[in-house]
């Protein structure tokens, strides 16, 4: 038996919420230089119903890089800046609500 989604009432297969989560937000890229020199890129504004964790796997298998999602961001070791955004938009993240640093 397929659940039922508890916020659109779909089922679970059929289940849009996170599709629409993905594109009302606004995201922003920074670049943030820490201790010895390291360069980090930042990533905020992805909410939970993006399912983050999700995410957070496919960006780093992507750019081969460590990384973690701790308060609500999610921070790339490196600076991807320069490819961060094609990336995200094809996880299905809006083009025009993605902003650069």
């Known amino acids: 038996m397929v659940g039922v989604c508890n916020n659109c009432g779909l089922p679970q297969d059929l289940c849009v919420c996170e599709t629409i989560a993905r594109e009302q937000q606004k995201i922003t890229v ?17 909410e939970k119903e993006a399912n983050i964790d999700e995410i957070l796997k496919k960006l780093k298998t992507k ?3 460590g990384g973690t999602a701790k308060g609500g961001q999610i921070e790339l070791q490196g600076n991807h800046k320069p490819r961060i955004k094609k990336v995200l938009v094809d996880l299905g993240f809006a083009e025009e609500t993605i902003e650069l640093r």
């Open 30 to 46: 920074g670049l943030e230089k820490r201790k010895f020199g390291k360069k980090y890129t930042i990533i905020k504004g992805i």
């Open 63 to 65: 750019f081969a890089c």
